[in-house]
């Protein structure tokens, strides 16, 4: 197994914007393209996510729990400003894949991804 699928979050019991914040345990690497290719993702220990950006209102019908890894390798992307949005979302599907996310729900959460224009928690860690 991998760091990724082995990967452990804990409740912070903060919230942000209504959702309930993670912290992971130990750190995870996120391989690109499949285990063990030299493009990685690396989560460090203690990143905290507030999980898939789904509205509150929607979040008792969804299965997010089943997304809460690859949210976590999508936030701590979209912090690092050597990656577009794009190559995130990207990483963020391929990642909900690996996860075995159902492919409906990661269909719908890519395209809310993909419609969601703002990098405001990169430029948030670059200020």
Known sequence: MSSFTDATFEPTGERRAGRALYRIVEGMRFDIGFLGSSLSVWVPPGFVTDGPSVPVWLRWALPVGRMIKAAAVHDCLRED???????GDAIFLTAMRAERTPAWLRELAFVAVRLNGS?????????
Not at 81 to 87: P, T, V
């Open 119 to 127: 990098r405001a928690r990169a430029a948030a860690a670059a200020s």
């Open 81 to 87: 400003l050597r990656f577009s949005k794009l190559e």
